[in-house]
């Protein structure tokens, strides 16, 4: 049997995203609506192609579609994340067939790279609202030296790690000033089938067109 731990911390940071509503602060789970969500990584790529895709290593974001944000890490891993379709999330073939027909399409010079994908994974991500412009992570006061980065959305996977560095050293340096994201109380979000409908099956399918066509 496994035993029981515990830690003492003068500060918690709690970064569960989609996975909140655990027993210690369920009013987590009410702030955000949880979605599945899929994510590619490369085979680390040669300098040549990273000096194509994102010569300065900066966390980017397709404006309007957003279907693909990427970062790429140290060891020259091109790393993105989308949303599947409701029950062919496993279809792993898909997402990264629409990966890399995007890649193609915006930078005409990949064409003819090889790229190869190196992971696959899924796991559940959500967003704070259900108003497109008030769509980005939070960073929540929970209760007195509690917080919590939540609502990545499909940004996790490039914002994620920076957001957590940057709250991290804040904290180490006692220095909450330095918090890039403003400081908010959890308030619950309504209207979480609108959402999941708005986001499943009207804007994912529209971008994915948009995307298909070249119009963006």
């Not at 259900?130 to 030296?145: H, I, T």
């Amino acid at each position: 049997m496994a035993r029981l731990r515990s830690v003492r911390a003068h500060k918690v940071v709690l970064c569960t995203s989609g996975h909140a509503g655990h027993r210690f602060f369920p009013e987590l789970a009410r702030t955000q609506y949880p979605l599945v969500g899929c994510g590619v990584a490369t085979t680390p790529l040669p300098g040549r192609i990273v000096c194509i895709v994102n010569p300065s290593r900066a966390a980017m974001m397709q404006h309007p579609t957003g279907l693909y944000p990427l970062v790429i890490d140290g060891r020259n891993h091109m790393i993105t994340s989308t949303f599947p379709h409701p029950g062919r999330a496993h279809r792993d073939e898909r997402y990264i067939s629409y990966f890399l027909r995007f890649l193609r399409a915006a930078y005409p010079a990949l064409r003819d790279e090889k790229i190869e994908m190196d992971s696959y994974w899924t796991g559940m991500t959500s967003n704070s609202s259900s108003v497109c412009r008030e769509d980005y992570p939070e960073l929540l006061q929970v209760e007195n030296d509690v917080l919590a980065l939540m609502n990545l959305g499909s940004w996790g996977k490039v914002l994620g790690p920076l957001l957590g560095l940057n709250v991290a050293e804040a904290l180490a340096e006692d220095r909450p000033g330095a918090f890039v994201l403003p400081l908010e109380r959890p308030a619950a979000g309504g209207f979480p089938r609108l959402f999941e409908l708005k986001i499943r099956y009207f804007l994912v399918p529209a971008a994915r067109m948009i995307d298909r066509l070249g119009l963006a």
